[in-house]
């Protein structure tokens, strides 16, 4: 693999692993969210699927939702959005309908089909001398389906710091073995030895940084 795609790999989860021990902490006061929607075929009401990803109570959920929104024919709606709340929920302790959910050590997945919700709006029916009438009531929006696995925010940064620390393994290591005169790959002492590493066969002045150290001349 090429070096500046390592770079870039190591970068990039040190970068998550700084970012997932910042929203670890937070998670205790605030709910963070990134979510993604498209909407899908068909009308009245209106299918729409949900992608997200939830910070809350030391633990990070990813899950996909279903849900049925009346809205007019053209709606679209926002596809990245970012949202924040002030009490976050556990998966654990979110109440569910008509689903399941399993727990074992901090991970966790649930599956729940709430139905239709309870949410109506109320609407004033005139007649033709504009005399009110009875209310009307409509459903806004329900969810269909919710599937969702979590696990606790120290597992996520442990992952996310995989990389970064072997990096810095391999390049303490190499700077070490850099100033006993060995090989950085294979740890083979060079002295004496020509251009190549006589144990891997790696080029001395690439491993090094240093000009070959020329083989000892035996005595004629």
Not at 39 to 48: C, I, K
Not at 145 to 173: C, D, E, H, N, Q
Not at 175 to 200: A, T
């Amino acid at each position: 693999m090429k070096r500046w795609v390592v770079n870039f790999l190591v970068g990039l989860s040190l970068v998550m692993f700084v970012g997932v021990c910042v929203l670890w902490v937070r998670s205790y006061q605030w709910m963070d969210e990134v979510r993604w929607k498209m909407r899908l075929e068909g009308w009245a009401p209106v299918p729409v699927r949900t992608i997200y990803i939830r910070s809350a109570r030391g633990s990070v959920e990813v899950g996909t939702s279903k849900e049925r929104r009346f809205e007019y024919r053209e709606w679209r709606p926002r596809m990245w959005n970012l949202e924040q709340g002030e009490q976050p929920i556990h998966p654990l302790m979110r109440p569910m309908e008509n689903g399941w959910r399993k727990k074992y050590a901090g991970f966790g997945m649930m599956r729940d089909w709430p139905g239709e919700a309870a949410v109506y709006r109320r609407i004033n029916s005139m007649d033709s001398e504009g005399v009110q009438g009875p209310y009307g009531t409509y459903s806004v929006s329900h969810t269909e389906s919710l599937v969702s696995v979590w696990a606790p925010s120290w597992f996520v940064a442990v992952i996310t710091a995989v990389l970064p620390a072997k990096w810095g393994y391999v390049w303490l290591r190499g700077n070490r073995r850099k100033k006993r005169g060995r090989c950085v790959r294979c740890g083979y002492d060079l002295r004496g030895s020509g251009e190549n590493c006589p144990e891997c066969g790696t080029a001395i002045s690439k491993t090094t940084g240093e000009t070959p150290v020329p083989r000892s001349r035996e005595p004629s």
